[in-house]
């Protein structure tokens, strides 16, 4: 406590069980300086609870013992790469059957989300947590590139509901909505064998991809738009 407070670090990694002062109180007192660090918090006990207590604590990251080098390195060098400027994430609902948040549109914040996401999701089978991890990203990031067009102060509403028998993740952007009909950048308008798409997104400036919608249909069990399309809701049935 006497570094942080004499110093301005960039980063922190706190670890959560500390003597005499536990790192969640630590956490909050970095968020009560005038330039408070990006802290990463890192833990091996009662992950879930202690992840939405980070949460609410405005971490700036997750990261769950045991930890691969390689996945800390990535996540410091992310928080690194940053910058100052970090948008804060609002949290509307911790709860391990009801997350509900509001995202800053940054890809930054997109990448940060996930990893508390993907805690709630440790006690599925690798195989389903793997796939619906991939199509929350991709809805994910569809609302802030698309709907947000990476604005920061533009915010996508994100709702993760957990039951015995059922995943949903309901993404709302701030955008105007779409027509299918108006994606031919994207590989659903394929026909089978096809990648048409592909010449569109480079005669628009786009990166290579657009396989987001097919990839998330074939994961989805139930997926539902609103009327302006830029509310989807995402519905997988566990066993």
């Not at 990251?61 to 804060?88: C, H, N, Q």
Request: hydrophobic residues 45%; neutral net charge; proline residues 4%.
């Amino acid at each position: 406590m006497e570094k942080i407070s004499s110093h301005d670090f960039r980063v922190v990694l706190l670890d959560v069980r500390l003597p005499k002062i536990g790192g969640l109180d630590i956490l909050a007192r970095c968020g009560g300086k005038r330039r408070p660090p990006k802290v990463v918090v890192m833990t091996g006990a009662d992950t879930t609870e202690v992840m939405l207590d980070a949460l609410r604590g405005h971490a700036y990251d997750f990261l769950a013992k045991p930890i691969e080098p390689s996945r800390l390195v990535e996540v410091v060098t992310r928080a690194f790469s940053a910058g100052s400027g970090v948008t804060t994430i609002e949290v509307i609902s911790a709860r391990a059957d009801w997350l509900e948040l509001l995202v800053p549109c940054t890809r930054d914040a997109a990448d940060r989300i996930q990893s508390f996401v993907q805690q709630l999701e440790t006690d599925l089978p690798a195989e389903t947590r793997d796939s619906v991890g991939l199509a929350f990203r991709e809805l994910l990031l569809n609302g802030i590139e698309w709907g947000g067009q990476l604005n920061p102060a533009k915010e996508v509403r994100v709702a993760c509901l957990r039951t015995r028998r059922m995943l949903l993740y309901r993404i709302a952007d701030p955008g105007l909505g779409f027509g299918f009909d108006d994606l031919s950048h994207a590989a659903i308008h394929n026909a089978p064998g096809v990648i048409v798409h592909d010449e569109v997104r480079r005669e628009k400036g786009l990166r290579s991809g657009g396989f987001g919608l097919v990839l998330i249909r074939a994961i989805a069990d139930e997926l539902i738009y609103n009327e302006r399309q830029n509310e989807v809701v995402f519905v997988k049935y566990l066993d």
